[in-house]
């Protein structure tokens, strides 16, 4: 991903390995500030995932293959230091995806590097595969980061933005801000900006009336987690985003790569839903909100029911929720997803 920092472009990626330490972009300081963050203990990763550092399902996958080889390097204890990046964040599929692919591997550095560029190379192809959804004026409304910060490189639900933008077409994209973290208004309307994508930061409650009065062509985003009968788990209020899509015929797709899909779960309902911390909601920023007494919720994702979904754009093609079947065949015959 290009980043012009100071006025200098700079080519970064969302996570890497150098010097034995896991190198993150710290998530938590943009738009205003591009800082590294350096893990250089399996401690220090545990914490990036939980605090957000880096978030976002495939990033966060990677950050845990990098932080167990380096742990591996350093002669950490394996068995305590699973269990512990196991325990950062239930909901994303690439966590786990991520600890067994490495734990089939021995831990080895070298396979941290393939996982990583696996995953990068995987979400150009969704890229690809879903620019064609995408007309030559299409507006497009997203929700939350499934942009290269969640990914490496490309992004999930963006990649196709991205292609559609390489090829010359002039597409606009709603951005939700997505409290509370504002993933939509920090992250990908920074991605946007630097990729030169025209787009808007709307309040995550102004979507439908977007969507009602016929300015949105269609709505791509991304998934932490999709069961097998194409329930699939995203940031809070993407659930409310698609049955108002439905409601007005909006096409409403969900762009994911392989490491996402959990197979083993028959529908949204077995799920883990992350519940993060109430100041969350209570504060903007570091300005508080709201009387300070009041107790708040904070489910970081919602379910989406299957039959929302148009098709899910994935690195294998696109599937309808009836034809995950298919993409489980594929799968299963895909190496990488096999652990090797
Ligand atoms: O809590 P976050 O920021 O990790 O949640 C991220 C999302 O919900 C993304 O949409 C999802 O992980 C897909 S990212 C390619």
């Given at each position: 991903m290009k980043i012009s920092i100071d006025g200098q472009v700079r080519n970064l990626q969302a996570v890497w390995y150098e010097n034995s330490t896991v190198h993150l972009i710290d998530q938590r300081k943009l738009p205003a500030n591009v800082e590294i963050f350096k893990a250089s203990s399996s401690d220090e990763v545990a914490f990036a995932i939980k605090d957000m550092v880096v978030r976002g399902a495939p990033a966060i996958g990677v950050a845990a293959a990098y932080g167990l080889a380096m742990a591996k390097e350093k002669g950490e204890d394996m068995e305590k230091v699973v269990t512990k990046i196991r325990s950062t964040r239930p909901t994303a599929h690439d966590l786990f995806a991520a600890i067994d692919y490495m734990t089939r591997n021995q831990f080895a550095l070298s396979s941290a590097r393939r996982y990583a560029q696996e995953i990068s190379n995987r979400c150009k192809k969704i890229g690809e595969i879903g620019n064609p959804l995408i007309g030559q004026k299409s507006r497009v409304l997203t929700h939350c980061n499934a942009g290269a910060l969640a990914v490496l490189d490309w992004g999930t639900a963006l990649a196709p933005m991205r292609f559609a933008k390489i090829e010359g077409k002039e597409i606009f994209v709603f951005v939700d801000e997505t409290r509370p973290r504002l993933q939509g208004a920090n992250l990908t309307a920074w991605e946007l900006l630097q990729e030169g994508i025209d787009h808007a930061i709307i309040a995550d409650n102004a979507a439908g009336h977007f969507m009602h009065t016929g300015q949105v062509d269609l709505a791509i985003v991304g998934a932490d987690?999709?069961?097998?009968?194409?329930?699939?788990?995203?940031?809070?209020?993407t659930y409310e985003k698609a049955v108002v899509a439905r409601e007005n015929n909006i096409p409403f797709y969900v762009a994911a790569p392989g490491s996402t899909f959990d197979f083993s779960l028959n529908s949204g309902n077995e799920i883990p839903i992350e519940e993060r911390s109430q100041d969350e909601v209570k504060t903007v920023g570091i300005q508080k909100v709201g009387p300070q007494d009041s107790k708040a919720k904070n489910p970081a994702f919602d379910v989406t029911p299957a039959?929302?979904?148009?098709?899910?754009?994935?690195?294998?093609?696109?599937?309808?929720?009836?034809?995950?079947?298919?993409l489980r065949l594929k799968m299963d015959r895909d190496l990488f997803m096999q652990g090797r």
């Open positions: 987690r999709i069961a097998a009968n194409g329930d699939f788990a995203n940031k809070i209020g039959r929302y979904v148009t098709a899910f754009i994935t690195e294998y093609g696109l599937f309808k929720p009836d034809e995950l079947p298919n």
